[in-house]
């Protein structure tokens, strides 16, 4: 059974930077696209970005076009997010996910292996 574990949140300042790592262990998760979510407190999951298995094509929401971007490492199991310019609107528990296919998406119905999530919180 794959395992994934997210790291790296934490409490910033707005405008501040932080940077996710997702460490995948148990299965061959290289190739499988990859995915980050998350999901503030009274509100739905919601699609962050994704990437495909060999990191050549990536997808991210228009709320963090331009502040975030999602790489990986599969000689190191791990997905990256690096977030800059963070608002407090990006406060939320954020989900590292794996498909069991290759292409990208936003539906994270089509998503089968998801970490326990990492806080981040941002401070106006």
């Not at 407190?41 to 495909?52: L, M, Q, S, Y």
Request: charge should be positive; glycine fraction near 12%; proline fraction near 2%.
């Amino acid at each position: 059974q794959g395992q994934l574990v997210e790291s790296g949140g934490g409490l910033v300042q707005a405008g501040g930077s932080l940077r996710l790592s997702c460490a995948a262990s148990g299965r061959p998760f290289s190739r499988r696209a990859m995915g980050w979510f998350r999901q503030a407190p009274g509100k739905e999951r919601e699609f962050v970005a994704a990437i495909t298995w060999n990191g050549g094509n990536t997808l991210h929401a228009d709320t963090v076009k331009g502040r975030f971007t999602i790489s990986r490492d599969n000689a190191k199991n791990t997905v990256f997010l690096q977030m800059n310019s963070l608002k407090p609107e990006d406060t939320a528990v954020y989900y590292c996910a794996a498909r069991t296919s290759v292409g990208l998406t936003d539906n994270a119905d089509t998503y089968h292996y998801w970490g326990q999530g990492t806080q981040v919180t941002v401070s106006s």
